[in-house]
Structure formats: C-alpha cells, structure tokens
C-alpha cells in the first residue's frame, strides 16, 4: 500500500480536511511552544515559568484534540452510521476508545 491509497475501511474523505490550514497552523504554534521550552530549560528559567508554558502548550493541544475529534464526530461516525448499524457502531467504538485516550492524558 503506498502513501496514495488508504487504509482498509478509511477510504472516504477525512471532516477535517476543511479546517486542515487552521489545524496545521495551530500545529506550527504549537512547535513553536515546545521549541521555547527547551529553549527554557536551555536558559536554566525559573521552574514555574516553563510550567507555565508546559500548561499553555498542553492547553493547545487540548484544543486540536477536541476540535479533531468533533470533525471526527460530525463526518466519519455520522458517515459510517448512515452507511449501516455495524459500520456505525465500530466508529462509535472508535471514538470512544480516542475519547478515552484523552481524558487518561
């Protein structure tokens, strides 16, 4: 399989692909953030500062996670449970599984 064709049972268009700028661009920021935490450390800063920024970086990613799993949400389980009872209840699955994930991180 190369880097063309999706996965079995990924073939259909992802719902966030229309904010993919916006995501990418929270992304860059938040590479940003991270290289000014080692930058941080680097610098030997005061330890509650670059908790501080650890805090708004992980707050950042929070973000694109919850704005990811909403697009999730919207296109690919509503796509899936349309499609039929067993498609959908394997995306709900899913979701509940990166849901799970999210709320141990």
């Known amino acids: 399989m190369d880097d063309q064709t999706p996965a079995p049972g990924h073939e259909h268009q992802h719902g966030y692909l229309s904010q993919k700028d916006d995501f990418l661009k929270r992304l860059r920021r938040i590479e940003g ?6 930058r941080m450390v680097e610098e030997e800063q005061y330890c509650i500062d670059i908790l501080t920024q650890v805090s708004a970086m992980t707050k950042a990613l929070q973000a694109v996670s919850l704005g990811l799993l909403d ?5 690919c389980v509503v796509d899936a449970a349309r499609a039929g009872d067993a498609e959908g209840a394997e995306k709900v699955e899913e979701a509940m599984a990166a849901i799970t994930r999210l709320v141990k991180s």
């Open 33 to 38: 953030q991270a290289r000014g935490l080692q």
């Open 71 to 75: 697009e999730h949400l919207r296109h």
